[in-house]
């Protein structure tokens, strides 16, 4: 199965699921590719949640941030400065109007970022490029995908629109606009017997032992 099928797989889950409770709205999706990067099972699969009340954790976290962020900056959103901060770094890589980017600040050492304003092919395949890169480019055998979404708009993902259109209706609500955003993360060779995740990621802060600068480099994003 592609790429594309899953996240496919992932929209019509997210509308069956809310058919049978209306109240869940706030979607995410996750793909632990092999055991050292959490899965359960060998075969690749991935999981789709459905939250009540409010976005998972992390996503709602900086839901919360980016939204302090736009009241500090009026005029401003935290994920377009997030992308062009990136873009101006020669760090990204865009299709159409998404943007695939080597994290400036990582969690580990090979971690790409994916925003867009629409679900569309453009977002996917800047998806796409980030896995390729990460598997091809950087010898990837286990890994992280997430993608965190919009709240779910009349139980289906929110329709494609321009990004004014978006960020206009979330003035409507008092909200901040959100965007669609991949998280990918290399988590190191199926062989290693060595933990990539230690007491300094967990309640410290993150080791960097790679350049994003280097990783853009290499992959001919930087002119």
Known sequence: MKLFDVLELCTQWFEITHKNNPEAIYPIMNWNCRARAGASQHHGHSHMLLAENFHYGQWEGLRRAAKLYSLENPGFNYFDDLVSAHRNLGLAKTFGEACVFAHLVPFCGYEFKVVSWNYDDNF????????????????????????????????????????????????????????????????????????????????????????????????????
């Open 124 to 223: 996917k395949l800047a998806i796409s490029e980030a896995v390729k890169a990460l598997i091809h480019t950087f010898g990837s055998e286990c890994f992280n995908l997430c993608i965190h979404f919009p709240p779910l708009q009349n139980g289906k993902l929110r329709e494609s629109a321009t990004v004014a259109e978006i960020k206009n209706r979330s003035l409507e609500t008092s909200d901040v606009a959100m965007p669609f955003m991949a998280h990918l993360v290399d988590r190191g060779g199926v062989t290693s017997s060595s933990s990539d995740v230690c007491g300094m990621r967990i309640y410290g802060s993150a080791i960097v032992n790679e350049d994003p600068f280097s990783i853009a480099q290499q992959l001919g994003w930087q002119t």
